[in-house]
């Protein structure tokens, strides 16, 4: 880990993040992480700003996880002019899993709209902006269009986009879908599961970002 100053989380993400174990992270895995973390050391070096796209097929599960955790990760090792986003293939909704699976980890989120594809506003610390969540095509115009790393978070996107519009770097990084699970009585366990491996990923990745 580099010598960084930690900025503050909201108390109940600081605990979480204290029981991560980036040891549980396997060799091969780290390999498939190591392509983002360049990425973003290339981009600190040469003082420019880092764009992130987490991408998967619905942007309804993982990739928000993803992009949440990131710009968490991000703000906490005090890594500056980080923008974490999210899209996907087709638009539909953050799913209500997700959001209880995030306020489980200490996030403060509200919902700002009603409609079929609500935005939330997820909050990670006091001293930040908070994190801006919906469901929305990967070329939204929310999203970043240029010098951007796309980071495709789910199989079926990763094999439906090779190319995609605007990226400076494709990244894979996939994830098992919780959603194998829904409506079971695993459903809590395997989300909270899920986030927690992506937390602990997340967090390993800007651990490793050059001071």
């Not at 979480?16 to 392509?35: A, F, M, Q």
Request: proline residues 5%.
């Amino acid at each position: 880990m580099k010598n960084r100053l930690k900025m503050t989380l909201l108390p109940e993400i600081e605990f979480v993040i204290s029981t991560l174990n980036v040891d549980t992270i396997t060799n091969k895995r780290k390999e498939i992480l190591y392509p983002l973390i360049d990425f973003i050391n290339t981009k600190v070096d040469d003082n420019k700003e880092i764009w992130l796209n987490f991408i998967c097929t619905h942007n309804s599960r993982r990739s928000h996880l993803a992009q949440v955790w990131a710009q968490t990760m991000a703000h906490y090792f005090n890594i500056k002019n980080v923008f974490c986003y999210s899209g996907g293939t087709e638009e539909t909704a953050l799913f209500p899993m997700i959001v209880e699976t995030l306020q489980h980890s200490g996030f403060e989120i509200t919902k700002e709209s009603k409609s079929k594809n609500p935005i939330y506003n997820i909050s990670f610390s006091k001293e930040a902006q908070p994190i801006i969540g919906f469901s929305k095509k990967l070329d939204d115009d929310f999203n970043p269009k240029s010098a951007f790393a796309a980071i495709m978070t789910c199989n079926s996107a990763n094999e439906a986009c090779p190319f995609v519009p605007g990226a400076e770097k494709r990244i894979p990084i996939t994830f098992e879908d919780p959603k194998a699970f829904d409506n079971t009585p695993q459903q809590v366990e395997k989300y909270n599961e899920r986030s927690i491996q992506i937390a602990t990923e997340m967090y390993y990745i800007f651990s490793q970002i050059n001071s």
